[in-house]
């Protein structure tokens, strides 16, 4: 019954922003871990930011990208800023199940729940 629906996906050129959405339902997550994580072409999933007691981000993405929620609306929201070819992925919402565990973005373990993933294309 929970569903994460991502959002707000394109093609841009480089330098450009996007805003991603992230809207669950049957979920509510006030103090549950939610994140981003990519996955380019011929590559392994990469973990992007997540929102677990604190904000983490890629060392890849700091200073350009900002991961924030709207608790009301149960939506999670990636501001990606100055953006660059390498950004170019598939990129998904993930949830956790629990409010008492804390995955991190370095493994795809412990998170329970997945978007369908919203395409982001930087071109030079």
């Known amino acids: 019954q929970v569903q994460l629906v991502e959002s707000g996906g394109g093609s841009v050129q480089a330098g450009g922003s996007l805003r991603l959405s992230c809207v669950t339902s049957g979920y509510t997550y006030s103090s549950y871990c939610m994140g981003w994580f990519r996955q380019a072409p011929g590559k392994e999933h990469e973990g992007v930011a997540t929102v677990c007691g604190g904000t983490y981000y890629a060392d890849s993405v700091k200073g350009r990208f900002t991961i924030s929620g709207d608790r009301a609306k149960n939506s999670l929201f990636l501001q990606m800023n100055s953006l660059k070819p390498e950004d170019t992925a598939m990129y998904y919402c993930?949830?956790?199940?629990?409010?008492?565990?804390?995955?991190?973005?370095?493994?795809?373990?412990?998170?329970?729940?997945w978007g369908q993933g919203t395409q982001v294309t930087v071109s030079s």
């Open positions: 993930a949830a956790d199940s629990s409010p008492f565990t804390k995955p991190t973005m370095d493994s795809l373990r412990g998170w329970d729940y």
